[in-house]
T-cell receptor
Framework: QKEVEQNSGPLSVPEGAIASLNCTYS??????FFWYRQYSGKSPELIMF????GDKEDGRFTAQLNKASQYVSLLIRDSQPSDSATYLC?????????FGAGTRLTVKP | KAGVTQTPRYLIKTRGQQVTLSCSPI?????VSWYQQTPGQGLQFLFE???????NKGNFPGRFSGRQFSNSRSEMNVSTLELGDSALYLC???????????FGNGTRLTVT
């Protein structure tokens, strides 16, 4: 079983729609959770992090964490073509951060 | 504040050779992590250093090694290169545990 699992996609949504990205993790002792965006040929850039159960909103982005279900999600509202990228879920325990394989999102104009 | 700096950006090596990659973290960041990224495997954790000590290690063979200096700069070394070592190697730094990682631009290694 992979430590961090994501649907590889591709996920395609129309411009202006909500994109929903999901991630599950296997280590119940995981302490912090992150979403990174990676454009082709570029390095990952941080979008959001969440430490506690519930929702955390930042602009058009909302991260959701459910530790009991070992589930993290990212919602992107009013999706834009510039949001087209690969989204990486990352889970950290004791300074050891592990990444999922990423979900490729395409936002069509 | 300057970001994470990795050098060189590109490398071409031959099978059997060895290579050393360098990473300078964000000023004040004492933790440095290294990852290998390939299209098939995604981001794979290599190791993490803090105050010159390796605290965590991923599942890579002993040909992959690293070190960290007193100024927090880090190097990773790959010996006896194999074709499968061709990848983007990413370095990331952070200032405290369980905080977000900040990535450098990576070193793209091609082994021929």
């Amino acid at each position: 079983q992979k430590e961090v699992e994501q649907n590889s996609g591709p996920l395609s949504v129309p411009e202006g729609a909500i994109a929903s990205l999901n991630c599950t993790y296997s280590d119940r002792g995981s302490q912090s959770f992150f979403w990174y965006r990676q454009y082709s040929g570029k390095s990952p850039e941080l979008i959001m992090f969440i430490y506690s159960n519930g929702d955390k909103e930042d602009g058009r982005f909302t991260a959701q964490l459910n530790k009991a279900s070992q589930y993290v999600s990212l919602l992107i509202r009013d999706s834009q073509p510039s949001d087209s990228a690969t989204y990486l879920c990352a889970v950290n325990r004791d300074n050891d951060m592990r990444f999922g394989a990423g979900t490729r999102l395409t936002v069509k104009p | 504040k300057a970001g994470v700096t990795q050098t060189p950006r590109y490398l071409i090596k031959t099978r059997g050779q060895q290579v050393t990659l360098s990473c300078s973290p964000i000023s004040g960041h004492r933790s440095v992590s290294w990852y290998q990224q390939t299209p098939g495997q995604g981001l794979q954790f290599l190791f993490e250093y803090f105050s010159e000590t390796q605290r965590n290690k991923g599942n890579f063979p002993g040909r992959f090694s690293g070190r960290q200096f007193s100024n927090s700069r880090s190097e990773m070394n790959v010996s006896t290169l194999e074709l499968g070592d061709s990848a983007l190697y990413l370095c990331a730094s952070t200032d405290r545990g369980n905080s977000p990682l900040h990535f450098g631009n990576g070193t793209r290694l091609t082994v021929t």
